[in-house]
């Protein structure tokens, strides 16, 4: 595994950002694809904002944004509703830890992450890349993103 945590080590420092498929398994993939339809028709999801510099808010813009969010809060985490996207969670902080360990120059000072969020997108739903909480969008250090694959559902 240290070739793999190398080729992505150098992926990071090439790119700025890793993507990897198949993070977690197709059964875990079906378990959080249920988990999160479960949570948003029980209305725990809200339509995402983006912030606005003109009234310092964060507002709608749906023709910029229109999925929809939830963060996954304390509450939430202790609810046992989300085993799946947990483990998926964890999968990801595990791939973090052991970037930060091959890249102490790049990624040394990541201590902590924020709460996880979780996405909705009905079909035409719009969305714009951006950058979340107090980042500086001009000094972008780089993201680890988990894609799913869509391809095993018609969502």
Same mark, same amino acid.
């Given at each position: 595994?240290?070739?793999?945590?190398? #080729?992505? #080590?150098?992926?990071?420092?090439?790119?700025?950002?890793?993507?990897?498929?198949?993070?977690?398994?197709?059964?875990?993939?079906?378990?959080? &694809?249920?988990?999160?339809?479960? %949570?948003?028709? =029980?209305?725990?999801?809200?339509?995402?904002?983006?912030?606005?510099?003109?009234? *310092?808010? #964060?507002?709608a813009v749906p023709d910029r944004r229109s999925d929809r969010?939830?963060?996954l809060d304390p509450v939430a985490v202790d609810s046992g509703c989300f &085993?799946?996207?947990?483990? %998926?969670?964890?999968?990801?902080?595990?791939?973090?830890?052991?970037?930060?360990?091959?890249?102490?120059?790049?990624?040394?000072?990541?201590?902590?992450?924020?709460?996880?969020?979780?996405?909705?997108?009905?079909?035409? %739903?719009?969305? =714009?890349?951006?950058?979340? *909480?107090?980042?500086?969008?001009?000094?972008? =250090?780089?993201?680890?993103?988990?894609?799913?694959?869509?391809? #095993?559902?018609?969502?």
């Amino acid at each position: 595994a240290r070739s793999q945590v190398s #080729a992505l #080590a150098d992926m990071f420092r090439h790119r700025h950002f890793v993507v990897l498929d198949a993070v977690i398994s197709d059964e875990h993939c079906t378990g959080a &694809h249920a988990e999160i339809i479960r %949570a948003d028709g =029980e209305g725990l999801f809200e339509v995402s904002k983006v912030h606005s510099s003109q009234s *310092n808010a #964060a507002v709608a813009v749906p023709d910029r944004r229109s999925d929809r969010i939830f963060w996954l809060d304390p509450v939430a985490v202790d609810s046992g509703c989300f &085993h799946s996207v947990l483990d %998926a969670v964890e999968r990801m902080d595990r791939i973090v830890r052991l970037l930060r360990d091959a890249l102490p120059d790049e990624l040394g000072c990541v201590v902590s992450r924020q709460r996880p969020m979780l996405s909705a997108y009905d079909e035409g %739903a719009r969305f =714009e890349r951006h950058c979340d *909480n107090h980042c500086d969008a001009a000094h972008d =250090e780089g993201d680890l993103t988990e894609i799913a694959d869509s391809s #095993a559902t018609d969502d």
